[in-house]
């Protein structure tokens, strides 16, 4: 791509942005996670639990869950079959509470049982990644180092044509280019709601979808 065409294409995407953000607080107003949780380490176990499955079912999970483990030495001493039953319901559970129960640990004796205020400690944390770290550090201590990329706004970013690339890492890059950083948290939240509530995963005709209507075009 030529000096130009690349000059070009980011003001137009910059201008697209602006529109789909200020569309977005008119179709999604909230703009906050609509996962539940009390504590920082609590946003940390619901985010884990979230992969791969909804946010309502997390917090059905978590709702007992949080009852029942109430601290973070509370997972530290957790029996890991016992945890896994805990969180069956949101899938993937061998895993997650081996994660989660990894995490604990490393908190203890890394951090002094607390969750971490900076992104480069946050990825220091097993199973951690960027989009679980802008998550918790957005939410949790308001934070904004990026912009949480989802499978939403990771498949929306492309659909809405404001990245071509498809490594969550590199499309966080160019919407951080797109978006202004006040913006950064509640893009991220608006446009997972988005996704889940006006244009789903499954396929279907993208010109109906409310943002594709105010662009006027789409790239699928």
């Known amino acids: ?31 906050k996670i609509t996962l539940r949780y009390s504590t920082p380490w609590e946003l940390l176990v619901a985010v884990m639990l979230s992969a791969r499955c909804t946010d309502k079912k997390v917090n059905e999970v978590t709702e007992k869950l949080f009852r029942k483990y109430r601290t973070l030495d509370d997972y530290v001493h957790a029996d890991r079959k016992e945890l896994e039953q805990d969180i069956r319901p949101t899938g993937y559970f061998r895993e997650k509470a081996k994660r989660i129960l990894e995490a604990a640990h490393f908190l203890q004796t890394t951090f002094q049982g607390q969750v971490p205020r900076t992104m480069d400690d946050m990825l220091r944390i097993p199973g951690v990644g960027r989009k679980t770290a802008n998550i918790v550090l957005g939410a949790g201590y308001g934070v904004v180092e990026g912009i949480a990329i989802d499978t939403h706004v990771r498949r929306l970013a492309r659909v809405l044509d404001l990245t071509d690339q498809t490594d969550p890492d590199k499309i966080e890059q160019d919407l951080m280019k797109l978006i202004p950083r006040k913006e950064w948290l509640a893009f991220s939240f608006r446009l997972s709601e988005y996704g889940r509530k006006y244009c789903p995963p499954r396929p279907h005709e993208h010109s109906t979808c409310p943002l594709t209507r105010i662009l006027g075009r789409t790239k699928v």
């Open 1 to 31: 791509m030529d000096t130009r065409h690349s000059r070009t294409q980011l003001a137009r995407r910059r201008r697209n942005a602006r529109k789909i953000v200020q569309a977005l607080k008119q179709l999604v107003p909230q703009g």
